[in-house]
């Protein structure tokens, strides 16, 4: 099992406030059977800037300490890039991470408004080979009101990861229900904890993965497929459904009849 996004590299974004508390984190995910981790602190202009050097060294620390402590989970590179009219310049600038050093880069994008250029960068993107993996889509106002919405970014190629604590309803009615729909059609590439500390976010999965299961019968055989893709750095299908325009959360669970 791998967990493809978590905030578990200390004093550089909002994640572990300590060592400590990474070390903690890595115990929790080894008791969820989580055998490797993409640290992927928080690239956002102006706001959390750490560099590649930085990273480098921070998950070089704790592949030792995880090592040491018998734990023998592996820590891979990435960042959680938000997404600004810099994203282009800052990735051909070297100055962002992809997840594993793929082709894979996992994109935040605004919770409460939809950028009109938003699409336009993801197009340059993948001219240029980039494939994003758009993270918590569940989570985004704009999706939650209109599910279609993610449409255009299917369009567009991208790939989709749903945090654990969506599914399990930790976040709230309406996103859990978000992320049911977006799973009842295979929207759903990754299942992450997208994990910030030892107690309230946490590299938690087991729980959500039962659910998905239970929502689509695929989904974690699917995501296990793409796991072993991204650590391989091989094609990833997209292999999803799009959202009609009316389509209602009860729509999922209807009688078959």
């Known amino acids: 099992m791998m967990d493809i996004h978590c905030h578990i590299l200390p004093l550089i974004d909002d994640g572990p406030d300590s060592i400590e508390t990474s070390i903690e984190m890595l115990k929790i995910a080894k008791r969820e059977g989580i055998e490797k981790i993409i640290a992927t602190p928080h690239y956002y202009k102006g706001v959390y800037e750490g560099d590649i050097n930085q990273i480098n060294s921070l998950t070089s620390n704790l592949n030792e300490i995880s090592k040491n402590l018998n734990l023998n989970i592996q820590i891979l590179k990435g960042q959680e890039v938000f997404l600004t009219r810099d994203l282009l310049r800052l990735f051909k600038n070297g100055t962002?991470?992809?997840?594993?050093?793929?082709?894979?880069?996992?994109?935040?994008l605004p919770f409460d408004i939809l950028p009109k250029y938003a699409l336009d960068i993801i197009y340059e993107l993948r001219?240029?080979?980039?494939?994003?993996?758009?993270?918590?889509?569940?989570?985004?106002s704009y999706v939650i009101e209109k599910p279609s919405?993610?449409?255009?970014?299917?369009?567009?190629?991208?790939?989709?990861?749903?945090?654990?604590?969506?599914?399990?309803?930790?976040?709230?009615?309406?996103?859990?229900?978000?992320?049911?729909?977006?799973?009842?059609?295979?929207?759903?590439?990754?299942?992450?904890?997208?994990?910030?500390?030892?107690?309230?976010?946490?590299?938690?999965?087991?729980?959500?993965?039962?659910?998905?299961?239970?929502?689509?019968?695929?989904?974690?055989?699917?995501?296990?497929?793409?796991?072993?893709?991204?650590?391989?750095?091989?094609?990833?299908?997209?292999d999803v459904k799009k959202i009609k325009e009316n389509f209602h959360i009860f729509n999922i669970f209807k009688p078959k009849w």
Request: hydrophobic share 35%; glycine share 4%; proline share 3%.
């Open 127 to 140: 001219i240029m080979g980039i494939i994003p993996v758009i993270a918590h889509p569940e989570r985004y």
């Open 149 to 238: 919405t993610i449409n255009d970014f299917i369009d567009e190629g991208c790939l989709f990861q749903i945090n654990s604590s969506s599914i399990t309803g930790d976040f709230g009615r309406e996103i859990q229900r978000t992320s049911q729909i977006l799973i009842s059609h295979n929207i759903c590439h990754f299942i992450a904890s997208d994990a910030h500390s030892n107690t309230k976010r946490i590299p938690s999965l087991k729980k959500s993965f039962d659910i998905s299961q239970k929502i689509n019968s695929n989904i974690i055989k699917n995501v296990s497929n793409n796991e072993e893709m991204l650590t391989n750095k091989g094609q990833i299908l997209q």
């Open 96 to 108: 962002i991470l992809t997840l594993n050093s793929s082709k894979y880069m996992l994109i935040e």
